[in-house]
Each structure stands twice: as C-alpha cells, then as structure tokens.
C-alpha cells in the first residue's frame, strides 16, 4: 500500500528562524512529489511539484529537496515569517493511475502543523 | 472563475438530515476531485470524475455517500442521512490533466458539522 509519512507532526519556531519539514514516502511508481501550503480554514495551495529528474526546486523562501534513491522529501523555509504559520501537505503521485487518480494514484501525507511565533 | 469555488462554505446539520455540497472547478478542467478532511489530518480521497465520468469513486465511506458532475463541470457531493462521523471539511479540487499527473487547485472546502 503507497504511504506518505511527514516529520515532525508539529513544530514551533520563532519569527525569523529556518526550519526543515521532512517526507518519506513508499509510492511506487513514482511520478512526482508536491508540497502544499494549507492555512486554517483553506484550501491546500501548490508550494512545489518535483518529477524524479529533479532534486531540488525552490519558490521564494521555500526549498523542497528531493532523493528518489531513499524516497525521501523535505521541505525548507528560510527566515520564517508569521504567514507561514499553516500546515503543509506532502502528496506523492504514482505513474500507471492516469485513468483513476484516485486513492492510489495520489497519496497524502498528514501534514506537519508550523506554528511561527513572534 | 479563477479558481475553484464550494459552497456553502459552512454547513451544520441534524443527525439525519441530506446535505449537498456543490463545487465549481476552473472552467476546462478535465478532472475533479473530491476529499474528506478530518481536523489535523490530511486529505482522504472520496472520488474522482474525468469530465462527466466518475471513473473512481472507491473512497466514498458508504453509500449515503453520493457524487455527480452531470455535464463535466460543476460537482455536487450528496450525503444522505448524514452521521456525527460525517462532520470534516470537504474539498474540492480541480485539474487541467487526466487523473492525479497534474497540479491540483483546491477550493476553499465545506465545514460540515452534523450535530
């Protein structure tokens, strides 16, 4: 069964800090790993999608790695502000589920709650 | 519109009641997904169409549960007899590509409290 593990559950840190939110994940095919931004009460949005070509790819203050050798992910925000308090969402796409999509086709993780404190 | 939008954005109802959720997808989107999201946890897919298509619906919980997108665009997720174990946020979400290749955009969701 594809499964998508995140580290830690949860994390504080204060304002101005970095911080680094892990993904390991046993999805097989892999297609590619994205990284969603979810703040209370919203919607997930897109941070990064990575194909198995790439290992490293970045969106302003966040950085997301990855190694499809150990199927590994992370995710690194650099000088953290209070707005990116939220939780974020590592979802790993399988290859061959093009017709479905459905629950194996895209594998979510629990997400790691950030909480940035001034 | 620009992005997907659901409605109502809130919604509580007595144990027992139906409830329909509706979801606008980005106009020209092929697939549609939805999910069921519990507090603190992430996403769990319900089921999927590909235009007018459900071609998944294998995450439904049971069959109170219902989905349609009559004329492959908007959406509506039908719970019948709704149960306090309905109560999550449901999200839509909307993609330009076949099954779950393509970016995903997500609507805000519908807070469903069964009370």
């Known amino acids: 069964k594809n499964q998508v593990e995140q580290s830690p559950q949860s994390l504080i840190i204060l304002e101005g800090k970095n911080c680094t939110l892990q993904?390991?994940?046993?999805?097989?095919?892999?297609?590619?790993l994205r990284w969603y931004k979810q703040d209370t009460g919203r919607g997930p949005v897109s941070l990064t999608i990575?194909?198995?070509?790439?290992n490293t790819k970045s969106n302003g203050r966040y950085t997301a790695t990855l190694d499809a050798d150990t199927k590994q992910s992370s995710l690194h925000i650099t000088a953290s502000q209070l707005s990116d308090s939220a939780s974020y969402i590592c979802?790993?796409?399988?290859?061959?589920?093009?017709?479905?999509?459905?629950?194996?086709?895209?594998?979510f993780g629990k997400g790691t709650h950030l909480i940035i404190q001034p | 519109g620009a992005g997907v939008s659901q409605s109502p954005r809130y919604k509580v109802a007595k144990r027992g009641q139906d409830v329909a959720l509706r979801c606008d997808p980005i106009?020209?989107?092929?697939?549609l997904f939805w999910y069921q999201q519990a507090l603190g946890q992430g996403p769990e897919f319900l089921t999927y169409?590909?235009?007018?298509?459900?071609?998944?619906k294998s995450g439904l919980p049971s069959d109170r549960f219902f989905a349609e997108r009559p004329e492959g665009s908007v959406s509506t997720l039908k719970i019948q007899r709704t149960q306090q174990e309905d109560s999550a946020v449901y999200l839509c979400a909307s993609s330009l590509e076949v099954g779950g290749s393509g970016e995903l955009f997500f609507g805000e969701g519908s807070r469903l409290t069964v009370l």
């Open positions: 990575m194909t198995f070509s790439e």
């Open positions: 979802v790993v796409s399988a290859s061959g589920y093009l017709v479905g999509g459905g629950a194996d086709g895209l594998t």
């Open positions: 993904c390991n994940y046993t999805v097989s095919p892999f297609s590619n």
């Open positions: 169409f590909q235009n007018e298509a459900q071609l998944d």
């Open positions: 106009s020209g989107h092929v697939s």
